[in-house]
Structure formats: structure tokens, C-alpha cells
């Protein structure tokens, strides 16, 4: 490992240590007033936007169903971008919920990424196959992606502004399609054009 990707990975995992701790992207903040209707409903959702600016690293991953992606080929959409694993339950309990978040917002300027990480194509493609899962799936099989985010636990979500922005970043289960987490969606999606 060179000493450029050792020091980018120092500072990836500095910046979401103090985005976790801060809880808050100070790009937002001075876009969306602390007291505006985004920010209030993105937090009554338990998606609280972050106070200080952390852009979403850009990478490039094979898709499940075939050809090639990068972050940064999705700008100007807002992305829900979801680190998963097969084996592991509360990353499998989420997507349905997240496939019901996609199927409402998918023509209103949402995208899923869901990187599988470090599993074979076979076994996510027979999962996805197996439920049905229309969202984009990418393949991190050698984990390179899931380093780069420092991902240390499952499902890990970061939601991403049409800028590039991360503008949440969640560990853990959540339930994407609440009628909380309608309405901040809502209002990220019209806001956020």
C-alpha cells in the first residue's frame, strides 16, 4: 500500500470519526438553514444531515448485471448508497424496504447503489435473483471500495446529494420506507436540484 492511499484512508476515516461524532456536513448546513423543513424532516426520519462538508469519494465498480459504474456518473441524482452482504440479516431485512424507496422516488431523481462486498458474483446474483431487487447492485469483491469508505459494519448507508455531497451517513438497519422517511425524501428531492 502506497503512502498517498495510506494518508487518503487516514483522512476518510478522520472525516467520518468526526462526521459520526459532529453528526452533521457543514456544506448542508450553509445550503439548508438548521432550522429549515429539509433538515427538521430528515431528523424526525433519524437521518439527521451533517455541519461539516465530507464529499463522497468517487470509485468505479462492475454492476451485477454487467458493464461498469462510477459514483461520480450519477451526479445531479440524489444516491442512497448502501454497503451489504448476503449473510448479513439486517442488511437482507432493509432491502425490501429500500427497493419500495426506489420504486416510489426512481423517476423523481433517486438511485440506489447497493455494493455487495467481497462476495462472488454467483452468490449475489442468486439473491438478488431470489427477491427480486430492482435497484443497481455493485460487485466490491475485493472490498477496495469499502476500505476507501471505511466500512466497518453492515448495512453501512451514506445518502448523497445531487452535488456529490454525503449528506447522511447510517450504520446499521433502517427502515427506508416509513412515512417519516417519505416525506424527508420528498423534500430532499425537490430541494435538491
Same mark, same amino acid.
Given at each position: 500500500?502506497? !503512502?498517498? !492511499?495510506?494518508?487518503?484512508? &487516514? #483522512?476518510?476515516?478522520?472525516?467520518?470519526? #468526526? &462526521?459520526? #461524532?459532529?453528526?452533521?456536513? !457543514?456544506?448542508? /448546513?450553509?445550503?439548508?438553514? /438548521?432550522?429549515?423543513?429539509?433538515?427538521?424532516?430528515?431528523?424526525? /426520519?433519524?437521518?439527521?444531515?451533517? =455541519?461539516?462538508?465530507? /464529499?463522497?469519494?468517487?470509485?468505479?465498480?462492475?454492476l451485477l448485471n454487467g458493464g461498469n459504474r462510477r459514483l461520480s456518473s450519477y451526479r445531479g441524482q440524489v444516491v442512497l448508497l448502501n454497503f451489504w452482504a448476503t449473510w448479513c440479516p439486517p442488511c #437482507?431485512?432493509?432491502?425490501?424496504?429500500?427497493? =419500495?424507496?426506489?420504486?416510489?422516488?426512481?423517476?423523481?431523481?433517486?438511485?440506489?447503489?447497493?455494493?455487495?462486498?467481497?462476495?462472488?458474483?454467483?452468490?449475489? !446474483?442468486? &439473491?438478488?435473483?431470489?427477491?427480486?431487487?430492482?435497484?443497481?447492485i455493485m460487485m466490491d469483491t475485493n472490498q477496495s471500495v469499502a476500505r476507501q469508505y471505511g466500512i466497518q459494519y453492515f448495512p453501512t448507508t451514506f445518502i448523497v446529494d445531487r452535488s456529490g455531497t454525503v449528506i447522511n451517513m447510517s450504520i446499521g438497519f433502517k427502515q427506508w420506507d416509513t412515512p417519516e422517511m417519505i416525506a424527508a425524501f420528498e423534500l430532499l428531492l425537490r430541494s435538491n436540484r
Open positions: 500500500m502506497t !503512502k498517498n !492511499k495510506i494518508m487518503r484512508i &487516514f #483522512v476518510l476515516v478522520l472525516c467520518l470519526m #468526526v &462526521f459520526l #461524532v459532529s453528526g452533521c456536513d !457543514k456544506a448542508s /448546513a450553509q445550503a439548508v438553514p /438548521a432550522d429549515s423543513a429539509l433538515r427538521q424532516a430528515m431528523r424526525t /426520519a433519524g437521518i439527521p444531515m451533517p =455541519n461539516t462538508p465530507l /464529499a463522497a469519494p468517487d470509485f468505479s465498480l462492475n #437482507v431485512m432493509e432491502m425490501p424496504s429500500m427497493e =419500495n424507496l426506489y420504486q416510489r422516488f426512481r423517476n423523481q431523481g433517486l438511485e440506489i447503489l447497493a455494493v455487495n462486498v467481497g462476495e462472488s458474483t454467483n452468490t449475489a !446474483k442468486d &439473491f438478488i435473483d431470489l427477491h427480486g431487487f430492482s435497484y443497481p
